[in-house]
């Protein structure tokens, strides 16, 4: 079986040597492109596809492939080649939405704002979760509509800059590209309906984002289209991971006993015969701050759990002088790992405990919840 099938972006049929699978030459239009994404999710054989804009030169094979091998449904440079903050438009509808933000251009990142000049898609989800609609004036604004589509349905989406190693950039500053009004507002109606398009389109002209004559011409032609159904949520087989950060590497300088200065680990492993991991296995990240009575509560619920976590990792900020760390002995049995800091911070705090997490899942709580492992667990299946 192949592993990647190419989509060759190009206004020629000029193909490139390609090992890894078929190509396919497709103009670069959401038309063409639309249609061959349609045809390849009953016909490919490959893990993954490769849409990709002649243009940019050859596309590292090795770079492909260790994507593949790494955790996530989807890689591509969206923000290198110019997405970023695109569409304007969404921030009269979702403006406090988190990954409503952009990290530079040149790191690696989860990221919605695809580009389907670089993108590299397992065939799974293309074909469960569709691929780019073709009524779309240009590939920037259906890439951008096909990413949220994807986030928002359940596929694990990450910018990668080392798709394009050949593009430099200064100080994770890249170029943004304009998007039609048109692909702006037909965006926000596919993605959140008509009322939030009527929404925006008045904030638009109220702010003068655009002019009255573009915002009825948009409206009249984004209006004239059925807003496309919804594909049911993507739940992948289940595939074991471990101990990955951001870039794919693992956490070896934890293992060895290495921490960041400003806080200190203590481990209280079970014994084996006491504690059997599930086949999807979560780690469970608790910070907490002068709240004894409430973790003492919280440790007590995860005792009972029926899915048992892999790990407890509790993150303490409270005073030196104030520590009750007689209080973690009483929970010998659970797979405690406690986190002692100086420095406070809740996302200090989650950081230090995503760095030692080792579950193929990570659940944050804060508050006790009955059997909240369990159901968890159930949603990931």
Request: charged share 20%.
């Amino acid at each position: 079986m192949s592993t990647v099938d190419l989509v060759w972006l190009s206004d020629t049929a000029l193909l490139p040597g390609w090992e890894l699978g078929g190509v396919l030459a497709v103009r670069p239009e959401p038309e063409s492109v639309a249609k061959v994404a349609e045809q390849l999710t009953s016909t490919s054989t490959a893990a993954a596809v490769l849409l990709w804009d002649a243009a940019l030169g050859t596309p590292d094979q090795q770079v492909l492939l260790r994507a593949l091998e790494s955790p996530g449904d989807v890689w591509h440079a969206g923000l290198k080649l110019g997405m970023n903050g695109q569409p304007g438009i969404i921030r009269f509808v979702s403006p406090t939405w988190m990954l409503t933000c952009d990290p530079p251009c040149d790191i690696e990142a989860t990221s919605w704002r695809l580009s389907l000049r670089a993108c590299l898609v397992r065939t799974d989800v293309l074909r469960r979760l569709g691929g780019p609609k073709p009524d779309f004036q240009g590939l920037e604004g259906a890439g951008l509509e096909l990413g949220h589509r994807w986030m928002r349905r359940g596929a694990l989406m990450r910018h990668v800059p080392a798709l394009l190693n050949h593009r430099s950039v200064v100080s994770g500053q890249c170029s943004v590209v304009s998007i039609p009004f048109e692909d702006e507002l037909r965006f926000v109606y596919y993605r959140h309906g008509r009322k939030w398009a009527g929404w925006a389109l008045f904030r638009a002209l109220m702010t003068r984002y655009t002019t009255p004559l573009t915002a009825l011409r948009s409206w009249r032609k984004v209006m004239s289209a059925s807003r496309p159904p919804e594909p049911a949520p993507y739940r992948p087989a289940f595939v074991q991971r471990s101990g990955f950060d951001v870039q794919g590497s693992r956490f070896d300088s934890l293992s060895s006993g290495t921490m960041d200065s400003s806080c200190s680990a203590v481990t209280t492993d079970p014994q084996p015969s006491t504690f059997n991991p599930q086949p999807a296995s979560v780690s469970v990240l608790i910070p907490t701050l002068d709240r004894y009575p409430y973790l003492r509560t919280l440790l007590g619920q995860l005792r009972q759990q029926t899915v048992r976590p892999l790990e407890i990792i509790i993150i303490d900020q409270t005073a030196a002088d104030r520590r009750q760390e007689g209080l973690f002995e009483a929970f010998s049995d659970l797979p405690l790992k406690v986190i002692y800091q100086d420095e406070p911070g809740q996302c200090t705090a989650r950081n230090a405990g995503l760095q030692m997490a080792r579950g193929d899942y990570i659940l944050f709580i804060t508050k006790s919840a009955p059997d909240r492992c369990r159901r968890t667990s159930a949603w990931f299946g």
